[in-house]
């Protein structure tokens, strides 16, 4: 089992940035099979793949939407993996899923799931 914990959700405007923090309680020994990152729904939309990262930090995807914004990177002294979003726009509100699974990447059809942060960007 995988437990995750997401923070550092809020709100913003547009052109601003922002950091969300997800930690796990497994230990490395399981996390390094694993990847980390997040995934992000609207209301009415399907959940959107954002960025992920190998425990290892070798293997690095991201979604069309995060490329050259955001920044997907890992402690892991602290054991947790985190999101740097800039130059944030309202189209990025919505609420941000950490989600490990084992592979180098997230499909999403068998991870482990946060309770979600949400964002927010208004102006």
């Known amino acids: 089992q995988v437990q995750l914990e997401e923070s550092g959700g809020g709100s913003v405007q547009p052109g601003d940035s922002l950091r969300i923090s997800c930690s796990t309680s497994?230990?490395?020994?399981?996390?390094?099979?694993?990847?980390m990152g997040w995934f992000r729904q609207t209301p009415g939309k399907e959940r959107e793949f954002v960025a992920s990262?190998?425990?290892?930090?070798?293997?690095?995807y991201y979604g069309n939407s995060a490329k050259g914004r955001f920044t997907v990177g890992r402690e892991y002294a602290k054991n947790l993996v985190w999101l740097q979003m800039n130059s944030l726009k309202p189209e990025d509100t919505a609420v941000y899923y950490c989600?490990?699974?084992?592979?180098?990447?997230?499909?999403?059809?068998?991870?482990?799931w946060g309770q979600g942060t949400q964002v927010t960007v208004s102006s």
């Open positions: 990262i190998s425990w290892s930090g070798e293997r690095i």
């Open positions: 989600a490990a699974e084992p592979g180098y990447t997230l499909t999403g059809q068998s991870a482990y």
């Open positions: 497994a230990s490395a020994r399981i996390l390094a099979g694993y990847s």
